[in-house]
Structures are given as structure tokens and as C-alpha cells.
């Protein structure tokens, strides 16, 4: 991947793009066909338009599939990371004092992993595919209270089921739960595959149904320190 490339599809440049978007273009534009058609071309022909509709009764099996047939034309596969710089230095900083065991889900290229394991922690990976565990945040094949940090880093919006999904975390992690995710508009059609969109830190912070949960907002994404023990 070329510097300049990398720099085009930063995730700090996708979220000005994003938030122009969502807050300037008319809700009669975002819904419209050729707005759909622009996602089309964007994302790719194996894309699925209507994938928000189809995802929640796709096996886990048919959700990597889409994934891996779509990814090179969502933003992901034209940068080495989703979470910016910042964002990695706020997951550091939260992760607590090495060594810690901390889950990754969702570890795209590793660049993450890499910086958490490069500071001390034990650190394991979960994605839908390989390397490291196979799963998801819903179906984490771990035991209960099994590892002291769960990051995910762009991930909880992908997630087909929040509840699910935040019943996992509580159970597996014996502490924290750290989530980065888009402060993001629904809308039907987007440059992306994202399932939920959280409008503020204390929207996404209403998900914690254990424990405490706060956060801050870092280059235009919320990022949330859910601490689960009662």
C-alpha cells in the first residue's frame, strides 16, 4: 500500500468525509437509488446493498463470507489500521499497568495486537477468520472470566447482535471491556457494512448493563472504558 494512499484513507480523513455527509447532504439523498448506486460502485460488484436486512439471519459462516468478498473495496483494506493513533494511545493507556492478558477482537492487520503485546501484555486475537481464535464478539470461544481486557477497536458496530455481544464481554473479561466504534447517523445506504450507529459516548455507554462505563470522544470515533465488575 502507497504513503499517499495510506494518507487519502486515513481514518481521520474518512470521518470528515463521513460527517459531511451525515450532516450536510439531505436524508432524500442519502435514501435515494443513486446514492445506493454510488455505494455499489464504491463497495464493489460482490457487495450486498441491502446488507444491513440480510446480516442479522446470515449464518456465521455466510457473515465472513460477505466480509472477505467485500473487503478490499471498504476503507479497511486501504489502510494498515481503523483506529487512529490517538485511539491506540487511549486503548494503551486504559489497558492498565503490563502484564495484563487482553483480548483483541477483531485485530484486522495487527497493528494494535502488535503495539499491546510490544508493552508488556499477553494478548490473544479473535476474528472471524484466522490467525488466532475464529469467532465473533456474540460466540466468544473463551471461558468465563477467562482474560483481564477486551478491546475492539471498529468492531461493535459489525456485531448482529449487541445483546449478545455485551452479555459476552461481561462474561469473559474479569475486568475491562474497551470499545472504539464510529459516532455515526443511520442511514440505509453507507460506505460500509456497520449494523449499529451510536449517536454519543453515553448512547453507546447505556449498552454496559453491568458495572460502570464512561468515555470521551477521540478524532470524531467514542471511546468507552466499561469497567464490568459490579
Not at 35 to 53: M, T
Not at 118 to 128: I, K, N, P, R, S
Not at 180 to 203: C, E, G, I, M
Request: charged share 20%.
Amino acid at each position: 500500500m502507497s504513503a499517499p494512499t495510506e494518507r487519502l484513507f486515513s481514518r481521520t480523513n474518512t470521518n470528515v468525509a463521513r460527517a459531511l455527509l451525515d450532516d450536510y447532504l439531505p436524508p432524500a439523498v442519502r435514501e435515494s437509488a443513486p446514492f445506493r448506486w454510488a455505494v455499489k460502485a464504491w463497495l464493489g460488484k460482490n457487495c450486498i446493498p441491502d446488507f444491513k436486512e440480510q446480516a442479522f439471519g446470515m449464518s456465521d459462516e455466510e457473515f465472513a463470507e460477505a466480509y472477505r468478498k467485500t473487503y478490499v473495496g471498504m476503507n479497511g483494506g486501504r489502510r494498515s489500521s481503523d483506529t487512529t493513533d490517538l485511539q491506540m494511545d487511549w486503548i494503551l493507556a486504559n489497558s492498565g499497568k503490563p502484564p495484563r492478558s487482553i483480548l483483541e477482537i477483531g485485530s484486522h492487520k495487527g497493528i494494535l495486537a502488535q503495539r499491546l503485546a510490544e508493552a508488556g501484555h499477553a494478548v490473544q486475537t479473535l476474528d472471524l477468520s484466522g490467525p488466532g481464535l475464529t469467532g465473533c464478539a456474540e460466540h466468544i470461544p473463551l471461558p468465563d472470566q477467562s482474560v483481564d481486557v477486551i478491546v475492539l477497536a471498529h468492531v461493535i458496530e459489525h456485531v448482529r447482535s449487541l445483546t449478545r455481544a455485551f452479555l459476552e464481554l461481561a462474561r469473559v473479561s474479569r475486568e475491562q471491556v474497551l470499545i472504539v466504534t464510529p459516532r455515526q447517523r443511520f442511514y440505509k445506504w453507507t460506505f460500509d457494512y456497520h449494523l449499529h450507529f451510536f449517536y454519543s459516548v453515553a448512547h453507546l455507554c447505556s449498552y454496559a448493563h453491568c458495572g460502570a462505563a464512561a468515555g470521551e470522544l477521540i478524532e470524531g470515533d467514542i471511546c468507552m472504558n466499561w469497567s464490568v465488575k459490579p
